[in-house]
C-alpha cells in the first residue's frame, strides 16, 4: 500500500530492523520499554523481534518508509494469536534481566497483564508511531488503514489499543478514526494511566 511517497511493507526478520521496531515500540510506549528492560531494551526487542510466535515478532510490524528510509511502524495481532504466544524470544535473549524483570512483574503485575485482557475476537494495536519530522503527511492514518485491514482479514471483529492519559495527539488520531474509550486503568484509587480504546470493524 502506498500514499504518495510512503509505501507500506511488511516486515523482515533482519536485527537492524528490529532496532528500528525497538526504538518505535518504545515511542509509542513513552519510554515504559526502556524502563522495564533497562538498557539494552532495544537489542532484547530486537532479538525477539527477530523470532516467530511472539508479541513482538517480524510477523506481527508494518514499516512506512518513504524513498526506501523507515518512517513509521505499526504492530499488532489478533488475540487468539497472543494466547498461543511465548514469550521465549525475549526472555531467552542474551542479557535478558531476569532479577530486574523478577522484581517488575511483582510491582507491575496488573499492568503486564493488561493485553490478556483484550476478549477473544479482538484485534490488539500494540504500537503506531510516526518519526516526528514526518508527522502531519498521514502516514499514521495509512498505517491504522492497514491494521484495520490486517485485523478483518484475521476474522477480528473489534479494534482495541491502549494509549496514555497524557498522550493527546495520539488519542485524538484514534477518534478521528472512529475509536473511543472503554475504559481507563487503573480504575480506582490511582489517576488512569492509560485509555482501553476501541472500534467495531
Known amino acids: ?7 507500506l511493507r511488511n516486515a523482515e526478520p533482519d536485527l537492524e530492523e528490529g532496532l528500528a521496531f525497538a526504538r518505535y515500540l518504545d515511542t509509542a510506549a513513552d519510554g515504559f520499554m526502556r524502563f522495564l528492560l533497562g538498557r539494552r ?14 508479541d513482538y515478532s517480524f510477523e506481527n510490524v508494518v514499516f512506512a518508509e518513504d524513498g526506501g528510509r523507515i518512517v513509521g511502524m505499526s504492530a ?3 488475540t487468539e494469536d497472543h494466547r498461543r504466544y511465548s514469550d521465549r524470544p525475549l ?3 542474551p542479557g535478558f534481566p531476569v532479577v530486574r524483570m523478577s522484581v517488575l512483574r511483582i510491582l507491575c503485575a496488573p499492568l503486564l497483564r493488561i493485553l490478556d485482557t483484550v476478549p477473544d475476537g479482538g484485534f490488539y494495536l500494540l504500537a503506531l508511531a510516526v ?8 502516514i499514521g492514518s495509512s498505517l491504522i488503514d492497514h491494521v484495520e485491514e490486517r485485523a478483518r482479514r484475521s476474522g477480528s471483529s473489534r479494534l482495541y489499543l491502549d494509549v496514555a492519559v497524557k498522550n493527546e495527539g495520539a488519542r485524538k488520531l484514534y477518534e478521528r478514526r472512529g475509536m473511543a474509550v472503554e475504559s481507563r486503568w487503573p ?15
Not at 480504575?187 to 470493524?201: C, E, F, V, Y
Open 187 to 201: 480504575k480506582r484509587l490511582l489517576p488512569p494511566l492509560l485509555l482501553r480504546m476501541a472500534k467495531d470493524l
Open 91 to 93: 526472555t531467552e535473549a
Open 131 to 138: 518519526d516526528d519530522a514526518e508527522r502531519g503527511r498521514g
Open 76 to 78: 499488532g495481532f489478533a
Open 1 to 7: 500500500m502506498s500514499r504518495g511517497s510512503i509505501v
Open 41 to 54: 531494551a532495544p537489542h532484547l526487542l530486537a532479538h525477539a523481534y527477530t523470532r516467530p510466535d511472539n
